[in-house]
């Protein structure tokens, strides 16, 4: 017998840490994702083989189901973590992985995992999916974060994402017709550790209510307005806004001063994708620059 699960991953284009305090947030659902398939087999282990976009093994073990103890692994810290999320997705379902069988489960991304589009929150969909349990619980008890990307993973449009009291409340949005042509999305060849970039920001003293009815506004306005003036207009004020949050530059001031279209970071600032307005020669005009993975908006949105 066998199962297999997908998971989409994620892009925020707005709410960047604001989303943490309950800011309404505008995120899309990528076309690159994460599969996991689970086989049954005999015996009482089971055997996990994780590969990348090019099919090749990054990550392997032998896990015991009686307790969920590692028999070998090819990376003790991804082992770890691995039996966090087995052993909280067994508190959530006490029948999961409780079978007298033995299991195959190979995962597999459909991108780069330096992208930052989501290994871990596809990982957590697809267990969740697999385990029969609430994916924003087995998160909150694992990698934590705000659950917007385990949305965009569930979902196939782009979304208005909030948490209100903690439960994450989703808006399903239509798409954007300026942003099918003329919006990019730029890997800055880092990736940026969420983690990291959390704590800069609760370490900042602000009046966060201001902040989030700031953030509220613009998001409201990018996804309503209709022209590319604003929209570029209303980009920069967002990376304002939180260059001024965070004690930051923003990108384009950092290294772009000559750019003509508008620059916005995404997600945790200083590394994954950030995103720019332009035209068919915004490519070049990047690549020139070093950096070589510049996707149209239609190659990376669903």
């Keep these: 017998m066998q199962t297999e699960f997908y998971s989409h991953g994620k ?8 989303v943490l305090d309950g800011a ?32 090749q ?14 028999r070998k692994a090819s990376d003790k810290a991804v082992a770890s973590r691995l039996q966090s999320i087995l052993l909280e997705s067994k508190k959530l379902n006490p029948e999961f992985l409780s079978s007298q069988q033995g299991m195959e489960v190979q995962t597999k991304l459909t991108f780069p995992k330096n992208w930052g589009l989501g290994s871990s929150s596809t990982l957590i969909s697809n267990i969740a999916y697999w385990a029969n349990i609430d994916p924003y619980k087995l998160l909150a008890a694992t990698f934590g ?30 798409g ?11 890997y800055r060849n ?6 990291t970039a959390i704590e800069r920001y609760r370490s900042h003293q602000i009046d966060r209510e201001s902040f989030l009815a700031k953030i509220d ?20 004020e967002h990376e304002n806004i939180l260059s001024k949050v965070l004690n930051l530059p923003s990108l384009k ?24 307005t332009g035209n068919q020669k915004t490519p070049d005009y990047f690549k020139a620059k070093g950096y070589d993975v510049v996707l149209a908006y239609n190659e990376m949105a669903l």
């Design 217 to 236: 506004g613009l998001t409201a306005k990018m996804i309503n307005t209709s022209t590319l003036d604003e929209f570029e207009y209303l980009m920069t």
């Design 145 to 174: 974060g705000s659950g917007y990307d385990i949305a965009c993973a569930r979902h196939e449009t782009p979304i208005l994402f909030q948490l209100q009291n903690g439960t994450p409340i989703i808006e399903r949005l239509s």
């Design 11 to 18: 892009l925020l284009l707005t709410g960047e840490y604001a």
């Design 57 to 70: 093994t990054w990550f392997e073990c032998i896990i015991n189901l009686d307790n969920l103890s590692f």
């Design 253 to 276: 001031t950092e290294l772009f001063q000559d750019f003509k279209g508008a620059i916005k970071s995404l997600g945790g600032w200083g590394g994954d994708f950030f995103m720019a």
């Design 176 to 186: 954007h017709s300026i942003l099918k042509e003329q919006l990019f999305f730029v």
């Design 24 to 55: 309404q947030a505008w995120a899309i659902p990528t076309k690159f994702g994460q599969f996991l398939k689970v086989s049954t087999t005999n015996g009482k282990t089971l055997k996990w083989q994780s590969l990348n976009e090019h099919g």
């Design 190 to 195: 880092k990736k940026q550790n969420s983690r």
